[in-house]
């Protein structure tokens, strides 16, 4: 695993331009004995005994990475192994949870003679990181039925049972210019204040127990063309978080219903996802001793329409910093408990 993480590394994959390392990953693969599909740059392999009867369980990580930030001390794209920690970029997200669910798909595939109770799909996926139309959403109607996916997103190994959603709105505040020295035209800033306040200080009735409230936050705004003159318009972003208790289409009608301005999402696909705690694979973890949790941070989770829960090695909080690192500790208890979560 070690060094199959190393080999992906070293091969820049940053969003929408991961077509060198999914060629890696694919000739791995085919080296390995597998027979992997890919759409784009979107690669699966389906186990070989698919028996009709049995629920379809997916094991799913990305490939793309973010573009590496400001203060690395290290090389991005050149792994370096030190005390124990694999330094370079994607190596905690997510490329932990790829290989050491390559492997563990590898294991139980070559260890199935029909005894286990599902089959098994493993997809590297792309564009996780821009949320893309040629990321997942290309390649699942291409997959067979998937009744639960596993995500191998950096958890600590901790399972994330659910996960927030996210919709951008543009909003604009429509007013009339005027010379600003004079009682004339209508300022579209101040009709944009209400607005935003409402925005600020709204809350949503349901609550969720493990991801709290919806969250909205204003983050940008542009009004003005010269000191002198009042603005006819006023427009502003808005960040909206949505827990598993809306849709996102929900969400969007009870904000314009509010709104004087005119608000538009620029999408609304990507749902918040859950899945019950009372589902096998999360009362599994639970008895090898894990604590289910929310989790703020998207993922492909958000395009799926079937239930699954994020479980990944490494920590949320090193993704898209400096100096990204997993340790070699994280990669081997990852690939054992996902062979002793799925063997049960």
Known sequence: MLELLKQIVAIPSVSRDEGACADFLENYMRSKGLTPRREANNIWCVGSKQLPGRPTLLLNAHIDTVKPVAGWNRKPFEPQLEDGRLYGLGTNDCGGGLVALLFAFMQLDAEDEGQLPYNLVY??????????RNGIERSLPLLPAIDVALVGEPTAMQPAIAEKGLMVLDCTAEGKAGHAAREEGVNAIYKALPDIEWLRS??????SPLLGKVKMSVTQIQAGTQHNVVPDACTFVVDVRTNECYSNLEILEEIQAHLQCKAQARSTRLNSSRIDADHPLIQRCIR??????????LSDQALMSFPSFKLGPGNSSRSHTADEFICVSELEEALQFYLDLLRE
């Open 123 to 132: 997809l590297a996926s792309a564009e996780e990181e821009v949320s893309g």
């Open 202 to 207: 709204h809350e949503f009735e349901r609550v």
């Open 288 to 297: 090898m001793g894990r604590v289910p949790f929310g989790s703020p941070t």
